[in-house]
């Protein structure tokens, strides 16, 4: 196996994204896959037909139960093909024996109902590891991706099963309904037809053999992206790539300092000829300290306390803790232990043997306590769940933490009260007649924005679109509330009507009629005039 020639992009991938890109290679290669789980497996299916007739049951659970043994050849190819030589269904199937050899017994007794058999197959198939050596190997795979590969199993089961529904269905609704009417269909329901039987033996052997590609090959993904973020492939590649490039340029190299002239090397003999000539630089001839004074110095420092100051400690301790945090045992708490433990102790009246310990006290004690808790807890959970209903039944109103932050501009638009002028709605109409249209709206549209916002006190945030503003409107309208201000019928109607017509302006550019625009400024006075 060369990883330089592994056929798909070595990197890191997370459980789901091996196993799509398990199903784009099953895809790819899904026809020889397909071929070589079905012929053995139909060839297993006569054979068993013809040697058990009357038990296609059991001949169905023969194949099924095989599955591991069918697997393998589909899980060669595929791993052939991923690393750059793939092998034909008719090679394939000449190898058959020769992959079936390790584990064969094992992969059809204790591992049979395995919920990660895709994600191990590759473990026994390909690395023909065995015991211990692949019980280590599979501890280090499966601290990762051995939950996808328990869903992917699931997956396919259910996958199967719908399939072979939906084939039963398509074939019902080929009959005609004339045939169909006439056909006694509980023996067909209790198994009693041995020929509907073996044909829906074969269903489910084509079923399983056009799933099983997507499977093996999901699996054997999930072992590759795994292998990758244990061994390092992506990084091994890339050390690889820049072998070779520095290889190339070596190469390059060479050969270029092979064409080179001779004059280079005149040339260098000349600058050290040079060189040789240049007088050198004197030496100090004398250095700042003698070896004997260094020599002194050295051994007044080795004399230094700091070179004698030795401590030695053992043993365990605590950490160490600040001030804040040498906090001693609340008294509350140590006398609740005390007098819990003295009401545990508590004895009934005395038998007539003393020496007779009263087991059923020291078991009801602890039931008892226990009991109270759960009461205790119960109510708290109870009066938390419903905890708006019993504010709301006694009335109580709780105050907000903070005051809401008032929007100075929604959708591009200036809501603030001190930006509108005095009489709105003529100053729409000027503009509207002006030609100013967009203006002219908007102003009407802000306005109303405002008026919601200020003597309402909706609070419309940025992330809400003008027709959630408008729900928002109509929601309140619908609903008793005495803490905020109603809406009535007209203002909820209006901030409809007006929202559409500021929507067919602002983004499909279709101003409405001169009368409907006349119509909003005076539902406009109807709705909000009173507030002035």
């Known amino acids: 196996m060369q990883v330089k020639n592994l056929a798909v992009r070595a990197r890191l991938r997370s ?3 091996s196993i799509d890109l398990g199903i784009a290679l099953a ?10 789980w079905l012929l053995p497996a139909a060839l297993l299916l006569c054979a068993l037909a013809w040697a058990f007739p009357g038990h296609p049951g059991w001949s169905m659970f023969a194949i099924w139960w095989l599955k591991p043994v069918f697997d393998r050849l589909p899980l060669f190819m595929i791993s052939r093909a991923l690393f750059g030589t793939p092998v034909s269904a008719l090679a394939a199937l000449k190898e058959f024996f020769k992959h079936n050899r390790t584990d064969w017994l094992a992969w059809i007794t204790i591992r049979r109902l395995s919920a990660t058999r895709s994600f191990d197959m590759p473990v026994t198939v390909l690395e023909q590891s065995k015991g211990s050596a692949r019980s280590a190997r599979l501890s280090v795979l499966h601290r990762k991706h051995s939950g996808a590969a328990t869903w992917l199993t699931l997956t396919g ?10 084939a039963f269905i398509l074939i019902y609704l080929f009959i005609p309904e004339q045939v169909a009417a006439n056909i006694d269909w509980a023996p067909l329901l209790r198994g009693e037809t041995l020929a509907l039987e073996w044909v829906s033996n074969v269903l489910c052997v084509l079923i399983m053999a056009a799933v099983a590609p997507f499977y093996i090959v999901s699996g054997f993904c999930l072992y590759i992206g795994r292998r990758i973020e244990l061994e390092g492939w992506d990084i091994e590649i890339q050390f690889r790539d820049l072998a070779e490039r520095h290889q190339r340029s070596l190469q390059a190299s ?21 060189t040789t000539l240049t007088p ?16 002194q110095r050295i051994d007044e420092v080795l004399a230094g306390e700091d070179f004698h100051n030795i401590e030695q400690v053992s ?20 006398e609740l232990f005390e007098w819990l433990f003295k009401w545990l102790m508590e004895n009934p009246p005395e038998s007539d ?4 310990i009263n087991w059923g006290s020291l078991i009801a004690k602890p039931i008892e306590l226990l009991l109270w808790i759960a009461v205790i807890a119960g109510l708290i959970y109870l009066g938390w769940r419903h905890r708006e209903a019993i504010l709301s039944s006694l009335r109580w109103q709780h105050t907000p933490k903070k005051k809401v932050e008032v929007p100075e501009t929604l959708f591009g638009l200036d809501v603030r009260q001190s930006s509108l002028p005095d009489d709105v709605c003529a100053e729409v109409l000027r503009l509207w007649q002006a030609g100013e249209k967009r203006a002219g709206l908007g102003l009407l549209y802000r306005a109303t924005l405002s008026h919601l916002i200020e003597d309402f006190h909706f609070h419309f945030g940025d992330h809400l679109t003008e027709s959630e503003c408008a729900q928002l409107v109509s929601r309140r309208h619908g609903t008793a509330d005495d803490t905020l201000r109603p809406v009535s019928a007209p203002l909820s109607q209006f901030v409809q009507q007006l929202t ?17 625009v006349s119509e909003l400024c005076q539902q406009w006075q109807e709705v909000f005039g009173n507030d002035h």
Not at 157 to 166: R, T, V
Not at 322 to 331: F, H, L, R, W
Not at 353 to 356: I, N, V
């Open 15 to 17: 459980p789901w994204e």
């Open 27 to 36: 895809r790819k290669h899904w026809l020889p896959m397909f071929l070589v």
């Open 157 to 166: 089961i259910h996958l199967e099963g719908f399939l072979l529904i939906a």
């Open 254 to 274: 060479k050969s270029a300092h092979n064409r080179s002239s001779p004059l280079a090397s005149v040339l260098l003999l000349c600058t050290l000829a040079c």
């Open 280 to 295: 050198a630089p004197q030496a100090q001839a004398e250095s700042q300290e003698s070896p004997q004074q260094a020599q």
């Open 315 to 334: 043993g365990w301790r605590l950490k160490d803790l600040g001030e804040e945090e040498q906090e001693k045992i609340p008294e509350w708490l140590i």
């Open 353 to 356: 043997d003393s020496s007779e």
């Open 500 to 516: 559409g017509s500021w929507q067919q302006l602002a983004y499909a550019h279709r101003p409405p009629a001169d009368p409907q």
